[in-house]
């Protein structure tokens, strides 16, 4: 008898900690919520305007607001993720061409300090780069977008409204492309509700 309460006794405990282990499981996997409290799966059907400060490569701690009135590129990157730098060159480019024309692109390592260091030194970066690591996963994840894979950039638009996201990596039609709907929402052929159906079809 002692036998048998003792086996039922184990395998009660195995069932009980198992339904915790479950349960804290499923707690780590909740995504971190906007500190806007906007809500996620409709940020990009409203209003939502990222904000944040980061530090740069050199350690100068940078605000969002410092570069409104600019349309944006916000790219997330890190140094082990091949498209990544793949596209750097391109997003270099892009800011030779069009940083006179409204618009800037910012880059957010999710990398170690360290590595984006020493990455920079040979990259030789003409915009900002930022370092996020995991301030910078939970600003990609406030978007609203339900997975996040790098590279992973965001549209905003000259007074800090996130327009669309971009996952995977950006090809230079793709910039052409936004350059095209930005330059309409800037001459008033089109309201920002058109530019955002426009720019989710990247």
Known sequence: MQRVL??????????????????????????????????????????????????????????????????RLVNFWATWCAPCRREIPLL????????????????????????????????EFNYPVLIGQEQGLVLAES?????????????????GELLTTHIGEIHREDLDHIVAVLGQLDRGEIDKETARADLMTL
């Open 6 to 71: 003792l086996v039922f006794g184990t395998a009660l405990l195995a069932l009980m900690a198992g339904a915790l282990f479950y349960a804290a499981r499923q707690g780590y996997e909740v995504k971190p919520h906007d500190p806007r409290d906007a809500p996620p799966a409709q940020a990009r059907e409203v209003d939502w305007y990222p904000s944040f400060t980061m530090p740069d490569i050199d350690g100068v701690i940078h605000d969002f607001s410092e570069w409104d009135g600019r349309h």
């Open 92 to 123: 270099k480019a892009f800011q030779d061409e069009q940083g006179e024309h409204g618009i800037q692109v910012i880059g957010i390592s999710l990398d170690f300090p360290e590595d984006v260091l020493e990455y920079a030194e040979s990259a």
């Open 143 to 159: 978007s609203g977008v339900d997975f996040i894979a790098l590279p992973f950039t965001m549209i905003v638009a000259a007074d």
